[in-house]
């Protein structure tokens, strides 16, 4: 009787794709014991955990400890209501359990509530020092609020507490990482390799790390150890075809852009590795329909709709790389390298002002944008100002202007504008 009630009670909770075999209990087991033991499958710890709630009488503390277990296994599972649930129900029991507390913020990040779980794992902090706790304030503080900081403190905190957190130890590395520290995020790497020698994320960032540094063979190491470790990860194949792109081995950078594609589907950088293969082959025509492909699919990305524009604009249809343009600037990721092209693709279609507005916007987010100030210059002086145009010229030469191309132009710009004079003090002052 206790075995069919469970059953319908898995069955009423999780449909009908849940009825795995129940649970058979010796006389030396129950199913509380199974639950808090945590050694069976998820599928039967969630059968256990919510049978012992259901069924067995306890003590508070020992509730609390299944609700726990129950909401970190519905958790897993994708349950995420449930899990809710069950972890408010252990917090309602037991308001100072900082796990309870911490296993909720970890919850809330799933269900894109960042504040919420902030909240939570500064409760739990609150209650005690625990290391899952300082790593999901890192996560909100890196990946909500923006502040790299703020996130380095609490990871240091994390692993104060816990020196052999990997998840934290990653989360370092990557945050050195971003910041530069190619030294700082390669320790960090190697502690987590040390703790799981086939921590595929941790290759991952070595072999980004190889890249950065030049050393590409190395760098095809980490990531074939990576793939070896999980075979089936979309973006592992990504960096396999941008490394294979660095060696001008285009073939194979398009057979991994495509093993990434036929993986995740919806993975933006498998679409522009292939396009970029395909451009870098001749394939013009190819590595457009690629990135089409990809818009078609619905697939909303920065980088992708940005190098889409860029190949518009190459192949002068200006009017689809205008749109496209447009559309990478309204997602997120956009910045200075948006607008910048922006301003190229309306001086092609000769709108002086809207290139001027864009090149403003690009150098508001990047001041050093050389090419941006450059294209700043030019619409100055399209629209007659002629000193401003000037001095915006002399600026990007300052910021590292290739004057190998740019006088020629910019003296083809003065002369077209009537103004030959001005013309030749640059030829005289920049050569070229």
Avoid at 36 to 55: H, I
Avoid at 92 to 115: K, S, T, V, Y
Wanted: net charge negative.
């Amino acid at each position: 009787m206790m075995r069919a009630l469970l059953l319908l009670v898995v069955t009423l909770v999780m449909g009908q794709g849940a009825l795995a075999r129940p649970l058979v209990l010796s006389s030396e087991t129950s199913l509380t014991r199974i639950c808090l033991d945590g050694d069976a499958s998820d599928e039967r710890l969630f059968q256990a955990c919510q049978g012992a709630l259901d069924t067995d009488r306890h003590m508070p503390r020992t509730e609390v400890r299944l609700l726990k277990q129950l909401g970190s296994v519905a958790h897993d599972l994708g349950h995420l209501e449930i899990a809710a649930a069950r972890l408010g129900e252990a917090i309602a029991l037991a308001p100072d359990d900082a796990e309870a507390h911490a296993l909720l913020g970890w919850l809330q990040i799933d269900r894109d509530r960042p504040h919420a779980a902030r909240e939570a794992f500064e409760a739990a902090l609150e209650a005690w020092p625990l290391a899952i706790a300082e790593g999901g304030l890192a996560w909100v503080h890196r990946h909500a609020d923006d502040d790299d900081a703020a996130a380095r403190a609490a990871l240091d905190r994390a692993l104060l507490l816990s020196p052999d957190y990997t998840w934290a130890l990653r989360e370092r590395a990557w945050n050195s990482f971003d910041a530069g520290d190619l030294t700082g995020a390669q320790t960090d790497f190697e502690a987590a390799l040390a703790e799981d020698d086939e921590d595929t994320n941790a290759l991952y960032g070595l072999s980004l790390i190889a890249e950065e540094e030049g050393n590409l063979p190395a760098a095809f190491d980490w990531i074939n150890a990576a793939i070896l470790s999980e075979p089936e990860e979309a973006y592992l194949y990504v960096q396999r075809a941008s490394l294979h792109f660095a060696e001008r081995q285009y073939r194979a950078a398009k057979g991994s852009a495509e093993r990434a594609i036929a993986l995740d589907p919806d993975e933006p950088d498998g679409y522009v590795q292939r396009a970029f293969a395909e451009e870098a082959l001749g394939h013009t025509a190819d590595a457009l329909a690629t990135y089409q492909a990809a818009v078609a699919r619905g697939i909303a990305d920065n980088r992708l709709r940005y190098w889409h524009a860029s190949l518009l604009a190459e192949e002068g249809d200006l009017g689809a790389a205008a749109t496209e343009i447009e559309a990478a600037i309204e997602l997120p990721g956009a910045d200075g390298w948006d607008f910048e092209l922006k301003a190229y693709i309306a001086l092609e279609r000769e709108e002086a002002e809207t290139a001027r507005e864009a090149a403003r916007a690009a150098l508001d987010l990047m001041p050093d944008l050389d090419q941006a100030r450059y294209y700043l210059a030019v619409a100055d002086l399209r629209l007659g100002e002629v000193s401003a145009a000037m001095e915006g010229f002399s600026a990007a030469a300052e910021l590292g202007l290739d004057l190998g191309i740019y006088v020629d132009r910019f003296v083809a710009e003065l002369v077209r504008a009537g103004k030959s004079g001005a013309a030749i003090g640059v030829r005289l002052r920049f050569g070229g």
